[in-house]
Nanobody, 119 residues
Framework: QVQLVESGGGLVQPGGTLRLSCVVS????????MGWYRQTPGKQRELVAS???????DYADSVKGRFTISRDNAKNTVYLQMNVLKPEDTAVYYC???WGVGSVPLYSWGQGTQVTVSS
């Protein structure tokens, strides 16, 4: 069974930075596209960034130019570097494996990591 363990969230001021990590176990990590989703109360989880096995990245318009997704296949880990954070980035962040046109997450969710952007 695949396990996802996210970490790195916290409280940060607007304009600050955070780096999230997600360790994946129980899967052949290196061959799959991975992504970072986020969820705020009352809203659906949205995919904000994804990275293919070859390292090609894609971003939601809301985070383009501020967030960078990367992966270390030797460590089965995917990262999300978040710069110039805004209050609207406040959410619980999750990693998962997006699949198909609707970026349907294929694995059971981990516990997520809370990111709060506030002064």
């Amino acid at each position: 069974q695949v396990q996802l363990v996210e970490s790195g969230g916290g409280l940060v001021q607007p304009g600050g930075t955070l780096r999230l990590s997600c360790v994946v176990s129980g899967s052949i990590f290196s061959i799959y596209t991975m992504g970072w989703y986020r969820q705020t109360p009352g809203k659906q989880r949205e995919l904000v960034a994804s990275i293919t096995s070859g390292g090609s990245a894609d971003y939601a318009d809301s985070v383009k130019g501020r967030f960078t997704i990367s992966r270390d296949n030797a460590k089965n880990t995917v990262y999300l570097q978040m710069n110039v954070l805004k209050p609207e980035d406040t959410a619980v962040y999750y990693c998962n494996r997006p699949w198909g046109v609707g970026s349907v997450p294929l694995y059971s969710w981990g516990q997520g990591t809370q990111v709060t952007v506030s002064s």
